[in-house]
């Protein structure tokens, strides 16, 4: 077990800061994603029971726990995901007999 226990409010904050240290331009963007909110909808329900309630969309604010796990999905995406898809491809050999490559091959 860990010997600290942080708070997601706690947590978010201390991982925003170090990253504004480290990296001004990748602090912004995490902070850009978490300032995007969440779209939900609501229902209010119709003056006239005939008609069918009105649905809103509407974006609202991260709970600290949600910010918290968009701060670590954009450093995944950034760190992890992101460099498997610039990697070029790597040519494959072409398979000799029995479907393996031969030295002479390589």
Known sequence: ??????TAAQ???L????????D???ALHVQSAIDAGKD????EPSRRS???PRVY????????EEALQVALDVLQAYFVEQPLLEWPQLPLPSLGRGGLATNAEL
Not at 15 to 22: F, I, N, S, T, V
Not at 40 to 43: A, D, I
């Open 1 to 6: 077990m860990s010997t600290h226990d942080y």
């Open 11 to 13: 947590a978010l904050e």
């Open 15 to 22: 991982l925003l800061g170090k990253l504004k240290e480290r």
């Open 24 to 26: 001004a331009d990748l």
């Open 40 to 43: 939900v909808e609501e229902r």
């Open 50 to 52: 005939r008609k069918r």
């Open 57 to 64: 969309r509407k974006v609202v604010r991260l709970s600290d």
